[in-house]
């Protein structure tokens, strides 16, 4: 079960009120925020542009520094935001894009659900002549006009995988391997997923893949998952996280069974996941994970602020914006702090 002292935890824990306090404060307001927030004010943009930013939830720690970030980009430019989070509801989340065209908002960025459920919402904003501007997951493929800025998914995964691979065959030994993949309506753990397969498919003599588990980002799903696993193939020494949100899950299962070693211990399990987040910074830095694929949060915000202004003029703007994120590990971490948000988180 999860220690009441271990440091990755104790992060989580420092890291759980702000997202409490930020998560009261939108239940606050009934159905979600949905007022202009405090401190979004012009100053001395050319045109003070309203902004409606819409997220699906704010139960990740990824998710609470992408709200801040579009938030502290929309304040740098001078423009008004109208916030809104639905709570893992989509028709939820459509309501609250209307609420955003019925008030006239300049442009609309959104975090949804998943791929498809959002298409209504893009086509109503599409019907009434507003940009809309998808951050961080993209929608499906439709007749439904959006941008989308997102994380290069499966080459993020890839370069993080090849990685671990690398600390493997240092090793000289083979290592059975286990994935925990998201939920898979979400393109973004399907590129995840296919990342981590296109790595390990290139290093057949060093990995083995014995265990696959499904979590639909749910914790609780993730560890029960890791603890079978473990149980069926005692003998795994690999495991990648297609979140680091999922790693508590994977820490409190290591440690039921005895498996939980630093770098440099013979019974270490090499980890790596993606996103860069607090507690994957605190375990890079206690020496119990080797790597994890960052995703620049800060180059997300500004291009997702940045498309909506180009769309507003009439400009071309390419219907997918790529962050190709970075890698860090063991050998880079400290001179990669100042772009690492998951190292910045509470500063």
């Keep these: 079960m999860k220690s ?23 239940l606050s307001t009934g159905c979600g925020r949905d007022e202009p927030s405090e401190g979004a004010t012009a100053t001395g943009t ?30 740098r430019r001078g423009f008004k935001v109208l916030e809104a989070v639905a709570d893992g ?22 975090v949804p659900k998943d791929a498809k459920t959002c298409l209504p ?20 493929q ?47 753990a399907i590129g995840r997923r296919d990342g981590f397969d296109a790595a390990v498919a290139a290093a057949p003599d060093v990995i083995e893949v014995v265990s696959r588990i499904p979590t639909e980002w749910n914790q609780e799903k993730a560890q029960a998952g890791v603890v079978n696993g473990l149980q069926a193939n005692p003998g795994i020494r690999f495991i990648f996280s297609s979140s680091d949100f999922l790693f508590p899950s994977i ?28 507690t994957a910074w605190q375990m890079l830095q206690d020496g119990y994970l080797d790597a994890t694929g960052v995703q620049d ?27 190709p994120g970075f890698v860090i590990h063991q050998g880079n971490f400290r001179e990669m702090a100042e772009k690492t948000w998951g190292a910045n988180v509470g500063k």
């Design 297 to 323: 949060v800060y180059f997300e915000a500004a291009q997702s602020v940045e498309a909506l202004v180009a769309l507003r003029e009439g400009r071309d703007v390419a219907s997918v914006i790529l962050d």
């Design 4 to 26: 009441s002292s271990h440091p990755a935890l104790l992060a989580r824990r420092r890291f759980l009120p702000a997202v409490l306090g930020l998560w009261m404060a939108v």
């Design 89 to 110: 509801d989509a028709n939820r989340q459509l309501e609250q894009v209307k609420n955003f065209i019925t008030r006239r908002v300049d442009g609309i960025i959104l």
């Design 121 to 140: 919402a893009i086509r109503a904003a599409n019907a009434a002549g507003i940009p809309i501007v998808l951050f961080n997951r993209p929608a499906a």
């Design 142 to 188: 439709s007749d439904a006009t959006s941008v989308a800025v997102v994380a290069d998914n499966p080459g993020l995964a890839r370069a993080t995988v090849d990685y671990m691979i690398g600390e493997a065959r240092k090793t000289g030994r083979k290592h059975q391997a286990m994935i925990l993949m998201g939920d898979l309506g979400d393109i973004n």
């Design 46 to 75: 050319a045109e003070r542009l309203t902004v409606g930013i819409a997220f699906e939830t704010l139960q990740t720690e990824y998710w609470v520094a992408g709200y801040e970030a579009l938030k502290s980009e929309c304040a």
């Design 251 to 278: 820490v409190s299962a290591l440690k039921a069974a005895g498996k939980y070693h630093r770098i440099g211990d013979p019974g270490h399990v090499i980890l790596g996941g993606i996103d860069g987040d607090a």
